[in-house]
T-cell receptor
Framework: SQKIEQNSEALNIQEGKTATLTCNYTNYSPAYLQWYRQDPGRGPVFLLLIRENEKEKRKERLKVTFDTTLKQSLFHITASQPADSATYLCALANTGNQFYFGTGTSLTVIP | KAGVTQTPRYLIKTRGQQVTLSCSPISGHRSVSWYQQTPGQGLQFLFEYFSETQRNKGNFPGRFSGRQFSNSRSEMNVSTLELGDSALYLC??????????????FGSGTRLTVV
């Protein structure tokens, strides 16, 4: 069956360090993968998209990698700040824009 | 531009009742998708509408239904509510299938509590 797994436990990290979140999937052939940020009581907010033929994407302090052989995406936040504390979701999409979300990783950046 | 608007924000219903939730997409977006989010299951896809037609459907019972109007606004309905239907219901809009994947925008959701 299809499965998307993110870091199962909450991730605590010291301010200024790099946070690395993992998204692993099985039995999918996604056209692209997205990362979202979700704050309590709010809807997810789009952060980055990476396509199946791309290895890496960057946006300011964010970096995403995508390894279709390993069926894994890594999401990095460099120079992390307390304001980065939130739940981060990965989503796989097929060519018809149907999305499948992971359950999320709760990140806490400690001052 | 205005974001995706979901109403109401909070709702308390009794088991067995039915409920209708509303979603107004970003102006110009013609595709609306609905999701159910619970702590244990995460975000689960309910259905997607485009041009008043249901394009995709998730694995939910027939008690969950939806529709889209000519102005792209969408409603979802849940009949015969069960306690397990308590969740955050999110809608997301996009320009259309296969268009501008980075423009997939979520609303703030409707928190439904079934008692």
């Amino acid at each position: 069956s299809q499965k998307i797994e993110q870091n199962s436990e909450a991730l605590n990290i010291q301010e200024g360090k790099t946070a690395t979140l993992t998204c692993n999937y099985t039995n999918y052939s996604p056209a692209y993968l997205q990362w979202y940020r979700q704050d309590p009581g709010r809807g997810p907010v789009f952060l980055l998209l990476i396509r199946e033929n791309e290895k890496e994407k960057r946006k300011e302090r964010l970096k995403v990698t995508f390894d279709t052989t390993l069926k894994q995406s890594l999401f990095h936040i460099t120079a992390s700040q307390p304001a980065d504390s939130a739940t981060y979701l990965c989503a796989l999409a097929n060519t018809g824009n149907q999305f499948y979300f992971g359950t999320g990783t709760s990140l806490t950046v400690i001052p | 531009k205005a974001g995706v608007t979901q109403t109401p924000r909070y709702l308390i219903k009794t088991r067995g009742q039915q409920v209708t939730l509303s979603c107004s997409p970003i102006s110009g977006h013609r595709s609306v998708s609905w999701y159910q989010q619970t702590p244990g299951q995460g975000l689960q896809f309910l259905f997607e509408y485009f041009s008043e037609t249901q394009r995709n459907k998730g694995n939910f019972p027939g008690r969950f239904s939806g529709r889209q109007f000519s102005n792209s606004r969408s409603e979802m309905n849940v009949s015969t509510l069960e306690l397990g239907d308590s969740a955050l219901y999110l809608c997301a809009s996009s320009p259309g299938p296969g268009e501008a994947e980075s423009d997939y925008t979520f609303g703030s959701g409707t928190r439904l509590t079934v008692v």
